[in-house]
């Protein structure tokens, strides 16, 4: 078998801009996150927001936005999503496992948190085989859970 093409975290330029807004989750996980046009535009009027698309060898295939909250000490994964095409593949995990070592490395971080919307297919799953936990606490109908570094 192949070796699996290197996962990276790029910067979006205007050359890639279209292909990373083309990328879509499943008709069923539209619910967990908005799409990726609107989290980049959120982005531009968010100073707090690093956002990256992410590749796997020389192929957009998802897209991240962290809100970096520097003086709490707490980071926030605010959108996390792999192109339905590309699920299930382990780039989830490369790739979110970049952006924690990333935070981890940061002078002041303490812990990354973040929230999902439990039921059917929900990525609930996913953060907890990161090492997310969840903290009991609910945001407008969503779980939230935290990795402390
Ligand atoms: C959640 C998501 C990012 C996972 O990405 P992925 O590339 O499919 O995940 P991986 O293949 O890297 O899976 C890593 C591990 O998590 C598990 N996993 C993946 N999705 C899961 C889910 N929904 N529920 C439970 N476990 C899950 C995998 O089985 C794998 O487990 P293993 O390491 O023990 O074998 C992707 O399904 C997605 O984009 N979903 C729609 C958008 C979304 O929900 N984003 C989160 C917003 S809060």
Same mark, same amino acid.
């Given at each position: 078998m192949p070796a699996a093409p290197p996962v990276t975290l790029r910067e979006i330029t205007a050359d890639t801009l279209r292909s990373i807004i083309r990328l879509d989750v499943g008709e069923h996980q539209k619910a967990f996150v908005a799409p990726n046009s609107v989290s980049i535009a959120q982005a531009h009027f968010e100073p707090k927001a690093w956002f990256r698309a992410i590749y796997a060898g020389e192929e957009p295939i998802g897209f991240v936005m962290v809100y970096e909250n520097p003086e709490e000490s707490e980071y926030f994964l605010w959108r996390f999503m792999i192109d339905h095409r590309h699920q299930g593949k382990g780039y989830g995990r490369a790739a979110l496992s970049q952006v924690i070592e990333r935070i981890r490395g940061?002078? !002041? !971080?303490?812990r990354l948190l973040t929230s999902y919307l439990p039921g059917e297919g929900s990525p609930g799953g996913f953060y907890h085989r990161m090492g997310f936990v969840d903290n009991g606490d609910e945001d407008e109908g969503e779980s939230i859970t935290v990795l402390e570094f």
């Amino acid at each position: 078998m192949p070796a699996a093409p290197p996962v990276t975290l790029r910067e979006i330029t205007a050359d890639t801009l279209r292909s990373i807004i083309r990328l879509d989750v499943g008709e069923h996980q539209k619910a967990f996150v908005a799409p990726n046009s609107v989290s980049i535009a959120q982005a531009h009027f968010e100073p707090k927001a690093w956002f990256r698309a992410i590749y796997a060898g020389e192929e957009p295939i998802g897209f991240v936005m962290v809100y970096e909250n520097p003086e709490e000490s707490e980071y926030f994964l605010w959108r996390f999503m792999i192109d339905h095409r590309h699920q299930g593949k382990g780039y989830g995990r490369a790739a979110l496992s970049q952006v924690i070592e990333r935070i981890r490395g940061l002078p !002041a !971080a303490t812990r990354l948190l973040t929230s999902y919307l439990p039921g059917e297919g929900s990525p609930g799953g996913f953060y907890h085989r990161m090492g997310f936990v969840d903290n009991g606490d609910e945001d407008e109908g969503e779980s939230i859970t935290v990795l402390e570094f």
